[in-house]
Every structure is written in C-alpha cells, then in structure tokens.
C-alpha cells in the first residue's frame, strides 16, 4: 500500500476516535524520543570519568545476567512445557496452571527472602546445625551474587518462556511429533530434533520478555550488589545528582533494547513453522508409567516448590510474627495509594487501549500498524529510561508552564507537575499500556467484523455502534487486561522509585525500604499483601482464559 491510498483511508476513518489514538501515542512515545536527544548534547565531565572506569563494568554483569537468565530459563521453560503438553502424569492437571504462579512473586521479593533464609542466622543453616550438628561454611549459601541474581530471575522468570513454549506446543505441534513416533524416534530424539527446532519462534517471544525484565530490573540487582545499567542509572540519579549522565546512560540502554528488538523480529520471521494442514489437532499427551511417571512429577514439584511454595511459606511465617508491629494506620494508608495509583492507572490504559485498537481494526494499514507499535514500545523499554524520560518531558513542561503558574500565585518557577503523583501515573501507563491493548487487540480479532459492519449499514455511528454491539463482546478481553495490567503496576518498583512524589509510599517502595534497612522480616507484610493480589489475579485470569476458550 503506498502513501497515498494510507493517506486516503486516515481521511477516510479521521473522526475523534482517531484524534485521541494519534495524540495517545504521541504523548506516550515522546519521553521515550526525549531521552535520545541527550546522544546530540556533550557530555559534562562525570560522563567522561563513568565511560573510562565503570561503564564496561555495568554492560559486562549486564550481559552476563541477561544471557545466563536467557538460557536458564529457556532450558527450564521448554523442558517443563514438553512435559506438561505432551505427556500424562501425576498432578499434572494442577501443574499445568500452578506453573504459572511463580509470576505473582517480583523478583525483588524473592530476592530478599532467599538471601535471608540462606544467611548464617536463616532457617536453613540454624537448621542444619541445630538438628543435625553442620557447621558449613557461609560460601555454599552466599546468593548475594551475580550467580544468585540469575538463580532468582530464572526461578521467577521461567514462566514466561514456559507460558509461549506450552501454548504452541499443545496447539501445534501435533502432526510434526506424531510422524516422527510413527518413523520410530524416541523422546529424547524428539525433543531435540523435532521439538527444540519447532520451538524457536516461541522460544525468542518468550525469551525476549525475560531479558526485558532482566533489563528493567532494579530491586534484585541493587540488593545483592551487581553493578547493572539500571542501578548505575540510580546511582547517578539519586547518589551523584547527575541527571544528565543517567540520561546519557539510559540512552544507550535504549540502544541496546532496540537492537534485542529487532534481532528478535529477525530471528522469528527467519523460524517459522507452519502446519501442513488447515485442520488443527492437539497434541495427544501420552501416559507414563512407573519411575517416568514419578520422575516427571517430582521435576515440576521441585520446580515449583523453590519459584513459589518455598518463598510463600516463608513469607507468611514472618508476617505472622511481625504483623502487629507493622500493620497501623500508615500501612494501611500505603495500600490505599498502591491501590489507587495502580487503579489510576489501569483506568487510563484501558481506556487508550480500547480507543486505539478499535481504531487500528478498522484501518488494517501501514498506519494502523505504526500507531499499534507506537503505544506499546514502552514495555520493551526498561522501567529506568521511561522514568528518566518522563521526568525530563514534566521539567520542561513545568518550565513551559512558568507564566501561567505565576499568574495564579504558585510562584515564579514551581514544578507543580514533577512532584505530582500525575508523573508516576504516567510513566504507568507508558511502561504497561502493551499489557492492556494486546489483551483488547486479541478480542477484537476473536469477534470478528461482521457485527460492526452490520451495525454501521443499519446507519448505527461508531461510537454507538462500540457500546451497544463491541463493548458487549469484548468484555472478557477487557476485564483480562484490566487484571494483567492491574498486577503488574502493583509490583513495577523502578518507576514508582524515581517518579513518586515525596513522601508517597507503595507496598512495593516499602517492602525494598525495609529490605534495604535490613528489616527483613518487617517486609514480608507489603510483600505478602502484593504476593496476594497478584496470586488472586493470576488465578482470576487463568479461569477467565478458561472460559474464553
């Protein structure tokens, strides 16, 4: 399609659902952009000193997180969804969704709660020595490490790739594994000649979303000292008040995620696999008998007994014993503004969501696709860089804003936007608008055309034509996002670290602040409390999915 028939069907469709997608996407894409500029300033002295000394050392643990996590997590991913969608077992009804779970713990929870558990006054080495006499040295426990960062983000990350690796395998794998049984191939020579090879594009989709993660991470990094691009950027931003070398850093961090971007795109166009016939089959799940069967059990229990049953308990044993002194009228007002940013929040992305996807449908084009792409590129961009851009677009606004401000009394310069709770909102919506519109965006594919079409020959505008005949249809897909993009700002800790007004506290903020002040035990309340919401909303969606299918 060439410029001018695009340009035709944008006049064509131009109406005030249009309007409010373009300037949507406008706003959320302009921090982004803004923290790219800082590449065509120069460098003030502490950049100079930081790309001498330390920025290898940032890239260097940086690299190696991301591609131990990656492989890690793409051997425990694809192994544990191989077994679950192609074989029967004990339990495995119950893995199949609780494998799932480990998503509802944040990395950083974990972080903290493993590191306490394994020092020397933790339970398992108070237990080794008191009821069976060891006495082992501290390095065999030591997770305060970049060899335990990877063991935490694999453990709580996994999912991710388990998630994508299941979905295709149990929806299309069918015809490809069952010839190569039929030719004599044993599991092991499937797995790695038939379905390791088929996987790929899964694979990629689901390992990119962990090195997004990876990348976005803060909480753990921070915690047991490995020096990653994210923390180098708080470092400068909160220890040396050197904004301009955090943007400086962030920008080529963007770099970086945008060139991870387009190799993943690469990489999957080249992997395609297609079913050599229109008729889909699931895969049959073969039953194992004896030792198989047992093995196959006990690595999914093992599993997820140290990504969620481990942590959980312990969580709740501490919060049993520190409740009283941490749950007051601060506590709950704390989980009152983690509620109402996040709701805040959510409200909006849903909204743009909704708008820009029903938008995008109706005009199947090149620009349907740029707008699509342009309000959901925050969610490969580490939580660190939008936070820096969003400050930088609300200082300059404020600055823009001066008159007027002086007009009404505020005085002759205040930053009534940068120290609002508006800035955190949104760099919410940037970071997890993507969250929101693929789950609208894949309802609207579900319904079809034919109802609007319908709709609009009866004469029925667009926007009624949304909530009489749409709105009705997609709800299920809304209420999805809405769950999904609800959770995910409960937990996100970066941006509410670098954007929350002053003394405005999360449930997130203050579980890394007692962490951090080494209260551990006083942190398992706000972690519990967000372990909670998001476990109730993991399962929420998993029985919705269920009865959408």
């Known amino acids: 399609m060439n410029l001018q028939t695009a ?29 790219f500029t800082v590449l065509f300033q120069k460098p003030n002295r502490n950049w100079e000193q930081i790309k001498q000394f330390l920025l290898q050392d940032y890239m260097l643990d940086s690299l190696v997180l991301v591609l131990f996590t990656g492989f890690f997590t793409v051997v425990i991913g694809l192994a544990l969804a191989w077994l679950v969608a192609a074989y029967d077992f004990p339990m495995k009804r119950f893995f199949r969704w609780a494998l799932i779970l480990p998503l509802a713990i944040p990395p950083y929870i974990a972080a903290y709660t493993y590191a306490n558990m394994l020092s020397y006054t933790g339970i398992v080495q108070k237990t080794l020595r008191n009821q069976f006499g060891l006495s082992l040295s501290q390095s065999y426990f030591n997770v305060m490490s970049i060899q335990g960062a990877v063991f935490i983000f694999t453990m709580f990350l996994f999912p991710y790739v388990y998630l994508i690796a299941r979905s295709f395998l149990e929806r299309q794998s069918a015809s490809y594994v069952e010839n190569a049984r039929l030719l004599g191939r044993g599991p092991v020579s499937i797995f790695f000649r038939v379905v390791l090879p088929i996987s ?5 989709g689901g390992v990119t979303l962990v090195v997004f993660e990876v990348l976005s991470d803060y ?30 850093l962030a920008a080529w961090l963007m770099i970086v995620v945008i060139g991870i971007f387009i190799a993943e795109r690469l990489l999957r166009r080249h992997r395609m696999f297609s079913s050599s016939t229109s008729k889909m089959r699931p895969l049959v799940p073969q039953r194992l008998q004896g030792i198989s069967a047992g093995a196959a059990a006990a690595v999914c229990f093992l599993i997820f007994l140290f990504s969620l049953l481990i942590p959980l308990v312990q969580l709740v044993v501490w919060a049993t014993w520190t409740y009283e002194a941490v749950f007051d009228q601060t506590f709950i007002e704390l989980t009152l ?21 029903n938008v995008c449908r109706r ?13 959901t590129a925050g969610y490969s961009v580490p939580g660190a860089i939008i936070a820096i851009g969003v400050l930088a677009v609300c200082i300059n606004l404020d600055k823009s804003l001066a008159p007027l401000y002086n007009q009404m009394g505020l005085g002759k310069a205040p930053l009534i936007i940068s120290m609002s709770l508006a800035m955190a909102v949104f760099g919410y919506v940037i970071r997890f608008m993507a969250t929101g519109y693929h789950a609208v965006e894949a309802g609207f594919e579900k319904i079809g055309s034919k109802y609007v079409e319908a709709s609009r020959l009866l004469g029925i505008g667009p926007t009624r034509t949304f909530f009489k005949v749409d709105l009705p249809l997609i709800k ?3 209420l999805s996002g809405f769950i999904l993009t609800f959770v995910e700002i409960i937990k996100e800790l970066p941006i509410t670290l670098l954007l929350r007004p002053f003394n405005f506290e999360t449930l ?19 972690s519990l409390i967000i372990v909670g919401i998001s476990l109730i909303s993991v399962l929420a969606f998993h029985q919705l999915g269920k009865r959408m299918e």
């Open 7 to 35: 340009a035709r069907d944008i006049r064509q469709h131009a109406n005030s659902w249009m309007l409010i997608s373009v300037i949507g996407a406008a706003v959320l894409m302009l921090p982004i952009f803004y923290v």
């Open 219 to 248: 909480g753990v990094s921070s915690y047991f000292g490995v020096q990653t691009i994210s923390t180098a950027i708080f470092k400068m931003w909160f220890g040396m008040y050197d904004v301009d070398s955090a943007m400086r």
């Open 508 to 526: 997130a903020t203050k579980a890394y602040q007692y962490a951090g002040d080494e209260q551990i035990l006083e942190a398992s309340v706000p």
């Open 337 to 357: 503004n983690t509620l109402r940013v996040a709701l805040m929040a959510t409200v909006i992305i849903m909204v743009l969501s909704v708008v820009v996807a």
């Open 200 to 204: 790929r594009p899964a694979l990629i």
């Open 363 to 375: 005009q199947r084009n090149g620009f349907a696709s740029f707008l699509s792409r342009g309000v």
């Open 476 to 478: 299920g897909a809304v």
